[in-house]
């Protein structure tokens, strides 16, 4: 399997504008093989007002609203023309604490952000708050203030999203193309495209046990977040 090329400035290959060079790769660490080109036409701004109900949470707070900080991991997966998945963990290395199949195409989110405009909010409708807020099950997803549909969290990976966080455990941050396998080769052949992936690490923001905000870390120190993740239960 060949090594994923270490690159400093993840972030700033994700903003390319239509005058930059085209990335070959995007991704530090070590592990299996990668292809930039995904990613390259990526160019993510915080700047959104959303029509959802977790309009409040928008904006990034001001300090006095935080209940508590920590970063964390953030990997989106999913074949080219199949549905995205959203994995959270603590670390690169660790299970993940989230995972959900998002109800929207690979292909729209990169749309989206090649738009310049990402931000995902998930809301629960549940009436109860003896969860915890990421053991909640059906959530209604919003991209870009627009409502893409409802997804069920997995209590379990499956052993294809077992086999990605597992070929990305030596991945800090990146974007680009798994390597192949048979099974990959194979949606590959049936119309599904490449298995893409973009991972980076996000500021966790914990406001009260209903609601949560993840903000993209800028290795480069720029600007505010470049893709913004919203998680709330309206009650």
């Given at each position: 399997?060949?090594a994923?090329?270490?690159?400093?400035?993840?972030?700033?290959?994700?903003?390319?504008?239509?005058?930059?060079?085209?990335?070959?790769?995007?991704?530090?660490?070590?592990?299996?093989?990668?292809?930039?080109?995904?990613?390259?036409?990526?160019?993510?701004?915080?700047?959104?007002?959303?029509?959802?109900?977790?309009?409040?949470?928008?904006?990034?707070?001001?300090?006095?609203?935080?209940?508590?900080?920590?970063?964390?991991?953030?990997?989106?997966?999913?074949?080219?023309?199949?549905?995205?998945?959203?994995?959270?963990?603590?670390?690169?290395?660790s299970?993940?604490?989230?995972?959900?199949?998002?109800?929207?195409?690979?292909?729209?989110?990169?749309?989206?952000?090649?738009?310049?405009?990402?931000?995902?909010?998930?809301?629960?409708?549940?009436?109860?708050?003896r969860?915890?807020?990421?053991?909640?099950?059906?959530?209604?997803?919003?991209?870009?203030?627009?409502?893409?549909g409802?997804?069920?969290?997995?209590?379990?990976?499956?052993?294809?999203?077992?086999?990605?966080?597992?070929?990305?455990?030596?991945?800090?941050?990146?974007?680009?193309?798994?390597?192949?396998?048979p099974?990959?080769?194979?949606?590959t052949?049936?119309?599904?495209?490449?298995?893409?992936?973009?991972?980076?690490?996000?500021?966790?923001?914990?406001?009260?046990?209903?609601?949560?905000?993840?903000?993209?870390?800028?290795?480069?120190?720029?600007?505010?977040?470049?893709?913004?993740?919203?998680?709330?239960?309206?009650?």
């Amino acid at each position: 399997m060949p090594a994923l090329a270490d690159t400093p400035g993840l972030i700033s290959l994700l903003r390319l504008s239509s005058n930059d060079r085209r990335p070959k790769t995007a991704a530090s660490g070590s592990g299996g093989a990668g292809a930039g080109g995904i990613f390259r036409m990526f160019k993510l701004l915080p700047a959104l007002s959303s029509g959802c109900k977790m309009v409040a949470l928008l904006g990034r707070p001001g300090k006095s609203f935080l209940a508590d900080r920590h970063p964390t991991t953030v990997t989106l997966f999913g074949y080219r023309r199949g549905r995205v998945s959203m994995a959270i963990q603590e670390d690169n290395r660790s299970p993940p604490v989230f995972l959900i199949e998002l109800p929207m195409q690979t292909s729209f989110l990169h749309k989206e952000m090649a738009s310049g405009l990402v931000k995902l909010a998930l809301e629960s409708e549940t009436r109860t708050s003896r969860k915890k807020l990421m053991e909640e099950y059906v959530w209604a997803v919003y991209c870009n203030g627009r409502k893409s549909g409802y997804s069920i969290r997995r209590k379990h990976e499956s052993d294809e999203e077992r086999q990605v966080m597992q070929l990305l455990r030596g991945v800090s941050m990146g974007a680009g193309v798994l390597p192949g396998s048979p099974e990959k080769e194979a949606a590959t052949a049936a119309g599904d495209g490449e298995m893409t992936y973009m991972r980076a690490r996000f500021e966790r923001v914990v406001g009260s046990k209903d609601s949560e905000a993840l903000y993209m870390i800028n290795p480069d120190g720029s600007g505010g977040p470049d893709l913004s993740i919203f998680l709330v239960r309206v009650k």
